[in-house]
């Protein structure tokens, strides 16, 4: 069973525009929800996170939207850059030393 | 400030024979190690956690094993390989402690291709 899923699998945006990546989650025991940026050859680093206490996080052009009751949140990234394109991966813990990381959704920002 | 040592940073083994993979942490005592699988354009798939010398937990049973035999090092090891274990080794370090959320910081990855 998926635990963390996202949508959409790709996505093409271009320069300027938002582009807007989806997660939900099945666990109602996550409370700290990380999303990683991974560039090819590359292991991911973290973008931005949000604990479920928060609805909202916001660092610089990177915005998480949180909504515990519906088990989804979503990442938005403003202003798109063309060095933005990457993988991007929405991530789920509990209290418990495991991350489960969602399936990604690969971003192509189109000069 | 604290670096994480993959090796190799690739290899490519027939099906059957052992492996060994290393990653090394330096500037940082006693932290928390991992193991992470990543298929070819897939997810990430923990494999296996430590927060001590001596003590790893299984989280996915891949017919691999994981070993810490220093504080600062985390081995990751077969003694026969399956086709299935092709793809992206990552190693990850991040504080020590035991629950809540921390940072994964995760090396450059060991690329695996087994023919």
Not at chain 1, 24 to 44: A, L
Not at chain 2, 37 to 44: E, I, P, R, V
């Amino acid at each position: 069973q998926q635990q963390v899923r996202q949508s959409p699998q790709s996505l093409t945006v271009w320069e300027g525009e938002t582009a807007i990546l989806n997660c939900s989650y099945e666990d109602s025991t996550f409370n700290y929800f990380p999303w990683y940026q991974q560039f090819p050859g590359e292991g991911p680093a973290l973008l931005i996170s949000i604990r479920s206490v928060s609805d909202k996080k916001e660092d610089g052009r990177f915005t998480i939207f949180f909504n515990k009751r519906e088990k989804k949140l979503s990442l938005h990234i403003t202003d798109s850059q063309p060095g933005d394109s990457a993988t991007y991966f929405c991530a789920a813990r509990s209290n418990y030393n495991v991350l489960y990381f969602g399936s990604g959704t690969k971003l192509t920002v189109e000069p | 400030a604290q670096t994480i040592h993959q090796w190799p940073v690739a290899e490519i083994k027939a099906v059957g024979s052992p492996l060994s993979l290393g990653c090394t942490i330096k500037g940082k005592s006693s932290p928390n190690l991992y193991w992470y699988w990543q298929a070819t354009g897939g997810t990430l798939q923990q494999l296996f956690y430590s927060i001590t010398v001596g003590q790893v937990e299984s989280v996915v049973q891949l017919n691999l094993s994981a070993s810490r035999p220093k504080d600062d090092q985390f081995i990751l090891s077969t003694e026969k390989l399956l086709l299935s274990h092709s793809g992206f080794y990552l190693c990850a370090w991040s504080r020590g402690g035991t629950g809540s959320a921390e940072t994964l910081y995760f090396g450059s990855g060991t690329r695996l291709t087994v023919l």
